[in-house]
């Protein structure tokens, strides 16, 4: 079985243009999401799968590796799965989705995803998600809001705030997605031979195509804080966080002491 992370990146983000490339305390901020992917001891191999050369360079200057893929892909994930058909990931195998703008990331969250589908042979999907902790997280269209069934699995994924809180459930827990996604192979390719469905396209949201399709997307819990980087305001507020947690702060001198991800013994 081989059990590979791949990292979707490339420089048109309307939000905020060449995202993978800016600097987070003085590296590219695709180099600390590959850096810590890479110290998961799970991990087979570490792939950005990317179609602009910029990207690619960067990835080998600092001693990844990547792949080129198509310019047309609208959804990170078919870009990953044309990376996954490239690699020749097939029956058997895990491809982990590790979204290029989550750079507090820590390696016991891709342990925790890849986990479930080691244990339960049946299981084709799994997805890290997290509390939402306050009510601007909650209509924050840039935070993919989760409803999931009472077996954990995810009913429906939107930008908007989702349950609402206005019609007397204030018990309902609050869940966002984090993009930690981990596949069979085979169901990546799956997902790359689908059709957009309308609530993907509605919501603008990768899993709504599995959803749709009754594809199963086990939801699991992860306690560690994260944010992922959307705007330039984002990746600021990511330094601050970085900076005020312990855990956070060893990945990121391992990484700019040029230590060796699987050095790295500590998962938090």
């Known amino acids: ?5 791949l ?6 983000s309307s939000r905020f243009p060449n995202k993978p490339l800016a600097p987070l305390f003085g590296r590219p901020m695709i180099e600390h999401v590959w850096y810590r992917a890479s110290a998961s001891r799970l991990l087979t191999d570490v792939v950005v799968a990317t179609c602009d050369a ?7 200057a600092f001693g990844g590796r990547a792949v080129m893929t198509s310019h047309q892909h609208e959804r990170g994930t078919d870009r990953i799965a044309e990376a996954a058909a490239i690699l020749g ?5 895990i491809a982990v989705n590790i979204q290029g703008d989550e750079p507090m990331l820590l390696p016991s969250m891709v342990d925790q995803a890849v986990r479930p589908l080691l244990d339960d042979a049946a299981l084709p999907v799994t997805n890290l998600c997290a509390m939402i902790e306050s009510d601007a997280e909650h209509t924050d269209p840039n935070e993919i809001k989760v409803v999931t069934n009472l077996s954990g699995e995810a009913l429906f994924m939107s930008r908007s705030p989702v349950p609402s809180n206005t019609r007397g459930a204030p018990n309902v827990p609050r869940i966002k997605q984090v993009c930690v996604i981990a596949f069979r192979a085979p169901v990546l390719a799956q997902f790359a031979g689908l059709e957009q469905t309308p609530l993907e396209r509605a919501e603008s949201i990768d899993m709504m195509r599995l959803i749709e399709n009754g594809v199963r997307v086990r939801m699991v819990p992860s ?3 994260t944010f992922a980087v959307d705007t ?3 990746l600021r507020r ?3 966080a970085i900076e005020q947690d312990d855990s956070q702060k060893r990945f990121l001198t391992a990484l700019l002491q040029q230590v060796s991800p699987r050095a790295m013994v500590e998962h938090v």
Do not use: T, Y
């Open 1 to 5: 079985m081989r059990i590979v992370a």
């Open 7 to 12: 990292i979707p990146a490339r420089l048109g």
């Open 54 to 60: 910029e990207i690619r360079d960067a990835v080998d």
């Open 89 to 93: 990931l097939g029956e058997g195998d």
């Open 223 to 225: 306690s560690v804080r």
């Open 232 to 234: 330039p305001d984002g």
């Open 238 to 240: 990511v330094e601050q």
